[in-house]
C-alpha cells in the first residue's frame, strides 16, 4: 500500500488546538454553570452526530502489530478464569441454570441488592438491546448525552423510538440540567454513559445521584458502567446505590473490560424487580450465555489480584500515551478509561490508513462532521509503537 504523506506539524497544531471545542482545566472537571457545549455539539439536531468510520479497521489483518482499536484488555482473561473455562468445558452438555443461579447469588450479594434484581446477559450490549425493545415498541423518545455510547439509540430509533441529543459540557460531563429540561411525557428513558464512551470522561456520581432521585420517579435511567470497574476506587464512583435505595435506575456491567472476556459474552444489570420482570417476561436472556462463560465470570470476580494488575497498568499506559500525545502536539480528552479521544488535521481513512501502514489498529470517528480517532490501552510495547508511529505521521 502506497504511503500517504506524513502531516505537517505546524498545521497540526494549531488545527488540534483549535478542534477540540472546548478547554479542560487541570482540575477534574469543575462545575460550569453556563457552560457552552463541547465538541461543537446542538441539541435536537435529528440525526447523529457521531459517525464511526471503519474504513481501515481491518481487526483480524495477519500484519497488526498492535491492536488498539477495539477497548479491549490486552492483558486478559485471568488465568483463574481461563482455568475455570477450561474445567467447565465438559458441562458443555448441560443447560445454563445452576452456573447462572451461582452468578446471580454472587453479584446480588457484590451489588447489595435481591436475587431478583439481577439480569445476567452475554455482554452488556444484548441489555442495551432488550431495554430498548422493552420500552420503544410502541414509540416515545431517550434522552442522552451526545456524543456518547450509541448502541440503545439506534436500536431505539429502529423501533419507531426517537432521540433527544443534549451536548455534553465544555468539561466533556453530562448536562444534567439539560437533560432533566428535556424529558417531556414521552420520555421512556434517560441513557448515561459514566464514564462515557467515547470521551472517556466523568461525569461526578453525586450530580447522577442527585439527578436520578429527581427524574426517576417520572422516568427509568440507565446508567452504562462499563468502564467503572477500571477506575482507581470504583465503589465510590458507581450509583448502584441508588438500586439499593428503591430508585427506577438501571445499572449496567460487563466483563469485557476489566475481566478481559469481551469474546466471551457476559453482563449484566442490576435495577429494581419490575425491571428485570419485565424484561424476563419478553425472553429468557440467560440462556445466550454459555456455562464456559459464566463459570470463568464468576473466578474472574474473585481474581481480585488481576483485576488490580488491569487497573494499575491500563492507568500506567493511558497516562503514559496522554503525555506522549500532548508532547506530539495533540490535544487529548483527559479519560478514566482505557481509551483515549483526540482530534485529528485529516480525514479519519488518511490517518487510520498511515497508523495501519505501520501495524497500528486504532479507531476513527466523525463527531459533527470534525475528525477524531481513538486508541485504546495495550501493552507498553504495544502503546510505544503507537506512539512512535504517531510521532512518525506527524513530524
Known amino acids: 500500500m502506497e504511503k500517504t504523506t506524513n502531516l505537517n506539524r505546524r498545521s497540526w497544531l494549531k488545527y488540534s488546538a483549535l478542534a477540540?471545542?472546548?478547554?479542560?482545566?487541570?482540575?477534574?472537571?469543575?462545575?460550569f454553570a453556563n457552560s457552552k457545549p463541547a465538541l461543537g455539539m446542538k441539541p435536537y439536531q435529528g440525526k447523529y452526530s457521531l459517525m464511526e468510520n471503519y474504513h481501515v479497521m481491518m481487526a483480524d489483518r495477519?500484519?497488526?502489530?498492535?491492536?488498539?482499536?477495539?477497548?479491549?484488555?490486552?492483558?486478559?482473561?485471568?488465568?483463574?478464569?481461563?482455568?475455570?473455562?477450561?474445567?467447565?468445558?465438559?458441562?458443555?452438555?448441560?443447560?445454563?441454570?445452576?452456573?447462572?443461579?451461582k452468578m446471580v447469588d454472587f453479584l446480588a450479594e457484590?451489588?447489595?441488592?435481591?436475587?431478583?434484581?439481577?439480569?445476567?446477559?452475554?455482554?452488556?450490549?444484548?441489555?442495551?438491546?432488550?431495554?430498548?425493545?422493552?420500552?420503544f415498541m410502541k414509540g416515545g423518545n431517550i434522552v442522552s448525552a451526545d456524543p456518547s455510547y450509541m448502541s440503545m439509540i439506534r436500536t431505539a430509533e429502529s423501533i419507531g423510538g426517537t432521540w433527544k441529543n443534549i451536548p455534553l459540557k465544555a468539561d466533556y460531563?453530562?448536562?444534567?440540567?439539560?437533560?432533566?429540561?428535556?424529558i417531556d411525557d414521552e420520555t421512556k428513558l434517560v441513557y448515561i454513559c459514566n464514564p462515557n464512551n467515547p470521551t472517556g470522561t466523568m461525569t461526578p456520581v453525586s450530580e447522577i445521584k442527585a439527578f436520578c432521585k429527581k427524574v426517576s420517579s417520572k422516568v427509568p435511567v440507565f446508567i452504562d458502567e462499563a468502564y467503572m470497574e477500571l477506575l482507581d476506587n470504583p465503589e465510590a464512583n458507581t450509583a448502584v446505590?441508588?438500586?439499593?435505595?428503591?430508585?427506577?435506575?438501571?445499572?449496567?456491567?460487563?466483563?469485557?473490560?476489566?475481566h478481559g472476556m469481551a469474546g466471551l459474552r457476559l453482563g449484566y444489570m442490576a435495577a429494581n424487580e419490575a425491571r428485570v420482570k419485565a424484561i424476563k417476561s419478553m425472553v429468557r436472556t440467560e440462556m445466550g450465555i454459555s456455562v464456559t462463560s459464566l463459570e470463568g465470570g464468576m473466578a474472574s470476580l474473585k481474581d481480585v489480584e488481576f483485576q488490580e494488575f488491569t487497573r494499575k497498568h491500563n492507568k500506567e499506559n493511558r497516562e503514559y500515551v496522554f503525555a506522549e500525545l500532548k508532547k506530539a502536539g495533540m490535544n487529548p480528552i483527559p479519560s478514566f478509561t482505557s481509551f483515549i479521544l483526540f482530534p485529528i488535521q485529516v480525514p479519519t481513512k488518511e490517518f487510520l490508513t498511515q497508523f495501519m501502514d505501520r501495524g497500528v489498529g486504532i479507531r476513527g470517528f466523525e463527531i459533527d462532521g470534525k475528525p477524531y480517532a481513538r486508541v485504546s490501552m495495550g501493552t507498553m510495547d504495544e502503546v510505544k509503537l503507537f506512539t512512535k508511529s504517531l510521532y512518525e505521521i506527524v513530524s
Not at 477540540?20 to 482540575?27: D, H, I, L
Not at 491492536?67 to 482473561?77: F, K, S, T, V
Not at 460531563?173 to 428535556?182: V, Y
Not at 446505590?241 to 476489566?258: A, H, P
Request: proline share 4%.
Open 62 to 101: 495477519a500484519d497488526m502489530k498492535a491492536r488498539l482499536l477495539a477497548n479491549e484488555n490486552p492483558w486478559g482473561p485471568s488465568k483463574k478464569a481461563v482455568a475455570a473455562i477450561a474445567a467447565s468445558a465438559s458441562m458443555g452438555n448441560r443447560y445454563v441454570y445452576n452456573s447462572s443461579a
Open 20 to 31: 477540540a471545542g472546548g478547554v479542560v482545566t487541570s482540575a477534574a472537571f469543575p462545575a
Open 241 to 258: 446505590s441508588l438500586v439499593q435505595e428503591g430508585y427506577d435506575v438501571i445499572i449496567c456491567r460487563t466483563f469485557s473490560k476489566i
Open 110 to 135: 457484590k451489588e447489595g441488592v435481591s436475587k431478583e434484581s439481577i439480569l445476567l446477559s452475554p455482554g452488556s450490549t444484548d441489555i442495551l438491546e432488550k431495554i430498548a425493545f422493552s420500552l
Open 173 to 182: 460531563s453530562h448536562d444534567l440540567d439539560a437533560m432533566a429540561a428535556a
